[in-house]
């Protein structure tokens, strides 16, 4: 029992550290990229609102922790050592080398991967439910993407005109808390029922206690939003890859709360420390941005996220966000970078049969050995 637990302990960390080395980018790229702040503000703010997503998870992660564990196989396994450490490791292993070639992956995807490829091993291909996987698992995380392609290019223009309001929007101090909205002409003063709204810059603004609400404060906004989401979407899905070591120790109950503490300071650690290398790929190398777009599209990732993390559904960070991106870019004609695109796609497609691969492999070792 102890030696499970200690391995369980092991991989949840070191799966978590592959993710939020790979991961952290996803919601905080944008910023970055736009040059609303430097990149080490940036993975930090990221990994800030992620610790906190994570630990959320404890509360409101439980959907997407049965949805995974109840959905791949036919029935319950009685899972072998073997096979639980191969479902632990496989997908660690495949996020950190694609973390280490500037691929942004979906560690989902290589969860997926490890668990059918331990699955089919184990107990034969009759052993999964292809009906369940498809329909609950693989159809959500097919679809994510190009939901989120499609709501950038369409919605952009709406997005637009938001921005172009908040922009306008001024909250007054003094003499009497009011909201208002400067005019055309930022620089020109305006009086609003004894309240002074003018432009940020403006002497009447330092003079008159303005606060301006800007697109690069809701692009931090939806930057942190969309971490918390992340960090609610992704650890219940890495807890339940350890599961198999914790059921064979039957600690599932008194584990659930430190699982979640390990799994939250792993994936912190792992974007401050590594976050940078996937955050300059999608920042920089997809499409120029500025910071009304890195608004936009985390606005349609943060929605399509947490709308999918209340249904229970695991969805990819990596895809919704890198597509919203992509959408963008091809809606303002801007373009995108095919060269870096096609290497993420690449990446993309290959990230679940390589995953079952490593996951077969590592079986036999730990059978072997």
Known sequence: MGLYIIIAVILLAFLSFANGANDVSKAIATLAGAKVTSMRKAVMWGTLWTLAGSMSGLYWGAAIIKNITENIYTTRPDFSFAMAFAIGLAPALWVILATWRKWPVSTTHAVVGGLLGAGVTALGISGISWDSTFSKIALPLLASPFMAIGLAYILSPLLQKTAATLERVRFCL??????????????????A??????????????????????????????????????????TPKLIAVILPFLLAGDMVKESIGWMFLVSAIAMAAGGLLVGSRITEVLGF??????????????????????????????????????????????????GINKDTVFSMLFAWVVTVPLSALFSVIIYFMAEAL
């Open 174 to 191: 003094l003499p009497t808390p009011k909201l208002a909205f400067v005019t055309a002409n930022k620089m020109q003063a305006v009086e």
């Open 193 to 234: 029922e004894s309240c002074i709204v003018c432009g940020c810059n403006s002497p009447e603004a330092a003079a008159n206690h303005n606060i301006a609400v800007s697109v690069d404060h809701m692009h931090w906004l939806t930057s942190g939003m969309l971490s918390f989401s992340r960090g609610l979407n992704d």
């Open 285 to 334: 190398k997809v499409t120029e941005l500025d910071h009304t777009q890195g608004f936009y599209a985390n606005a349609v990732a943060t929605f399509l996220v947490l709308f999918a993390s209340k249904l229970g559904l695991p969805v990819s960070t990596t895809h919704v966000s890198s597509c919203s991106i992509m959408g963008l870019g091809l809606s303002d004609g801007k």
